[in-house]
């Protein structure tokens, strides 16, 4: 029930008084009516979420050997004493490859061994011992390419044979 204008009140001590204004109630006024306590929901705070990172692979962790091999293009024959130049690429920004920039000269075998990684690109010039321009070429090495050489396979081999131009 809502009442607009003057009101008698009854006080808790069973006096009344004066009140104006808009009520709303009943005349029964025994006990205060108490409201029960605000139910309180437990709020669990979340754990703060935690990224998961893969481990890294360790495939080839320790490096990959590179190994070139020069043949004659006639006979197949290793040509040893070919001069070999091997130079790291950049090829996307801050890539992490290691810079690389070395010569070395083909053994009897007509082979040459370097360290490279996994990811790099690499320009590789090669000459005859004469320093006659033989060929060049970029040489990608790729995780899929590489062959394990230990059995955790954190040390790699990749190997190419290339012959020279007729």
Known sequence: MHLLGIVYLKDKNQGTRKVTGVFSGTSDCGQPVTEPPPTTVPTTTPSPSTEVFPTPSKKCSKGVELSITILDPQTQDPMPRAIVTIR??????????????????????????????????YNVRIMYETEQFMKQFDWKI????????????????ESIRVGAPK
Do not use: F, Q
């Not at 010569?103 to 790099?120: C, K, L, P």
């Not at 790729?142 to 081999?157: F, G, L, P, Y």
């Open 142 to 157: 790729t995780a899929m390419d590489v062959t394990c050489a230990n059995e955790e396979c954190t040390k790699c081999e």
């Open 88 to 121: 790291s690429k950049e090829v996307t920004i801050d890539e992490g490859i290691p810079s690389l920039y070395v010569t070395h000269v083909a053994d009897a075998n007509g082979r040459v061994v370097e360290e490279g990684a996994i990811g790099g690109t």
